[in-house]
């Protein structure tokens, strides 16, 4: 009976222990259990909180980026507004009065005074007039007065982008632009003056003092730096440049009769410019008004055929032949006919070796005067040309 009661006592006790076991064992999984849902909620709070933080600094940026772009928008337009006044206010401003000067031996004060002081009239036309002044310092210079266009700033503002570029133009036989004063009315452009006057003034004067004073080699020489300005016009400035206007009026010499052109573009802009129907001007000139290279070669051809011949090409033509009345159709004509000779200038023959030269010289005339720019030879073939007839 013991030994049953003993047993008994030491089941209960092992069922205690078990049981307590147990317990201890929920307890210790209840309290692993509750850690980790802790954790859990932790860390989707932290992840909320650092998603919710993410989504206000998106939002911060997002706005920051819409406000750039709102005050770059405002920015662009009061500065649209505040230009669009600024040239309203420029167009509206009176053209520069002050000279503008490019040589060292031009001072603001003597062009000043020189030009209001009643200069020297050489000559006008119809849209310029010519003017010789001598300056405080006692330089002599040629100014040649631009009027017209006092109420259109588009034409004045054109007109000083062009003498902008004009300015640049430099060689040896060109007439340099060495100043300009420009006012509501038009522009005084300053030159440097040439003595020996134009060689439409050679021309017109006549007898010993005109061009029956000017030999063969004279002619040729001042043919030669013609062709040398073209060439210079025509290939070496950038953009290439066009004389438009070409003509023994513009063709200025020095005292060693070295050729010098003047009015280099300013048949473009003259603000009352109108081409006249003059013999020096080619047929596409009328036909279609197109000006190219090849059109002031048609001017040289002109001139050259007037130094030869002693020609006026503006004279008649008309019944001296078959096909029409320019200097250019009278030329070919006279070839053709092997009356070349016959019509030369009878002043610059002399030597056989030099009238060789002067017959080639009417042949190239001939081919500068063709009625299509296409067969009319480049001012770089005619420098070519012209210097193989004598050194230069």
């Known amino acids: 009976m013991k030994t049953m009661m003993r047993d008994n006592n030491t089941s209960i006790r092992t069922r205690m222990k078990v049981l307590t076991m147990a317990v201890l064992l929920l307890l210790c999984l209840k309290m692993a259990f509750a ?17 919710s933080f993410k989504n206000r600094r998106l939002k911060k940026i997002c706005l920051s980026i819409g406000l750039g772009i709102l005050t770059g928008l405002i920015s662009a337009l009061l500065f649209a507004i505040f230009l669009r006044h600024f040239v309203r206010f420029i167009n509206k401003s009176p053209t520069l009065k002050s000279p503008i000067l490019f040589s060292p031996k031009i001072s603001p004060k003597t062009l000043k005074s020189a030009l209001s002081n009643n200069p020297q009239l050489l ?3 119809p849209s310029s007039t010519y003017y010789k002044a001598v300056l405080d310092n006692g330089l002599v210079v040629a100014v040649k007065r631009l009027d017209g266009g006092g109420a259109d700033r588009a034409a004045r503002r054109r007109m000083l982008q062009e003498l902008e570029a004009i300015k640049g133009l ?3 036989n060109l007439m340099s632009l060495r100043a300009y004063v420009c006012d509501s009315n038009g522009c005084s452009l300053v030159y440097d003056y040439a003595g020996a006057g134009s060689l439409e003034d050679a021309v017109r004067r006549g007898g010993a003092d005109g061009l029956a004073a000017l030999n063969w080699e004279a002619r040729l020489r001042i043919a030669v730096g013609i062709v040398k300005a073209l060439h210079y016009l025509h290939f070496s400035c950038d953009p290439p440049r066009l004389h438009l206007n070409l003509k023994p009026s513009n ?8 050729p010098r052109l003047a009015d280099c ?11 006249p129907a ?10 279609n008004c197109r000006y190219t290279d090849k059109s002031d070669v048609y001017s040289f051809g002109v001139i050259l055929g007037e130094l030869l011949t002693g020609r006026d090409p503006m004279g008649p033509f008309v019944g001296e032949t078959s096909s029409g009345g320019s200097l250019g159709q009278w030329l070919r004509h006279v070839q053709q006919a092997g009356e070349a000779r016959e019509a030369l200038d009878k002043s610059i023959l002399g030597e056989e070796s030099e009238e060789e030269e002067i017959l080639m010289a009417m042949r190239i005339a001939g081919v500068c005067l063709s009625d299509l720019p296409a067969d009319r030879p480049s001012s770089d073939e005619l420098v070519s040309m012209l210097t193989q007839l004598n050194s230069f």
């Open 170 to 172: 430099r060689h040896r």
């Open 265 to 275: 573009g300013l048949a473009a802009i003259s603000p009352d410019f109108r081409r």
């Open 278 to 287: 003059s013999g020096y001007n080619p047929p596409e000139c009328f036909q």
């Open 251 to 258: 063709v200025m010499l020095d005292s060693e009769l070295e």
């Open 123 to 125: 000559g006008t036309n």
């Open 35 to 51: 850690e980790c849902r802790d954790g859990v909620a932790k860390n989707q709070a932290e992840e909320t909180t650092t998603s």
